[in-house]
């Protein structure tokens, strides 16, 4: 036989012991194979006994490997998402501490006008307390809310659309307070709304609007007066009007 012929029929006789070598490996029993190189550059298979025993410490040997692998990503993972909770729970008490530290009031609705955080000041400036905030409450049920309790200056719709204003709203109470009010839209389709007590900003306004007008009267009094006397003062101290006071 020449040596071509002598590898091709390696090349062809390959494949086939290879499938029955996997076929008697996984096939149920006691017996296993070994792949055997003979000297005409083929292959054969001989058989193993292995025993049940033997085999069984095997397989459960590989499925505690595998069972303990599995379980180390389960704490893994799981370990990281208590991390991350964690660090979400202390984030979010630190920003809810700083909001209601401000002096301003402020509501926060998402995308379905939700409301999501309504901090101390907002509460106290209406009068609510937090279990007014029920669970799936929206803006504008807190709205409706401040206008059953006087809180609210305009019909709900007409607050709204001055609301909307750059500038924003100011808002007459019936205690006589002032609150601004200012809406601004996110880009998550969520509201953010500040109301900010001016009543001594706009008292304080008032105030100089009715003075300034006294004052510039008085102004324009006082100038008047001081050109007169300086007019006065420059006759008497004239070369003219001490030659007129001479005696003759």
């Known amino acids: 036989m020449t040596g071509w012929q002598k590898q091709a029929r390696a090349t062809t006789a390959s ?22 190189a003979n000297p005409d550059g083929s292959f054969s298979a001989t058989a193993l006994e292995i025993s049940n025993t ?13 069972a303990a692998f599995l379980a180390a990503i389960i704490l893994w993972v799981s370990s990281a998402l208590r991390r991350a909770r964690h660090s979400n729970i202390r984030r979010a008490a630190f920003v809810s501490s700083a909001l209601n ?30 279990s007014d905030l029920v669970p799936g409450m929206t803006g504008r ?11 609210l200056c305009d019909d709900i719709d007409e607050y709204y659309r001055n ?10 109470l019936l205690d006589g307070r002032s609150i601004l009010v ?11 709304s500040t109301h900010e007590d001016c009543t001594a900003r ?14 510039n009267r008085s102004s324009t009094t006082f100038r008047s007066v ?21 005696p003759d």
């Open 15 to 36: 494949p086939v012991w290879v499938a029955v070598c996997l076929c008697a490996i996984l096939a149920p029993g006691s017996a296993a194979a070994q792949i055997v």
């Open 54 to 66: 033997a085999l069984v410490w095997q397989v459960a040997m590989g499925g505690l490997v595998v």
């Open 101 to 130: 530290s401000l002096t301003t009031g402020i509501v926060m609705v998402d995308a379905r006008k939700r409301i999501v955080f309504c901090n101390d000041r907002y509460l106290e400036m209406y009068g609510f307390s937090r």
């Open 141 to 151: 049920d807190l709205t409706a809310l401040r206008a059953t309790r006087g809180m």
């Open 163 to 172: 609301v909307k204003s750059p500038e924003g709203h100011v808002c007459e």
């Open 182 to 192: 200012k809406h601004r839209e996110l880009s998550n389709g969520g509201i953010v």
């Open 202 to 215: 706009r008292k304080m306004s008032r105030q100089l609007a009715t003075t300034t007008p006294s004052l």
């Open 226 to 246: 001081s050109r007169r006397k300086a007019s006065r003062t420059a006759g008497t101290s004239s070369p003219t009007a001490r030659s007129s006071n001479s």
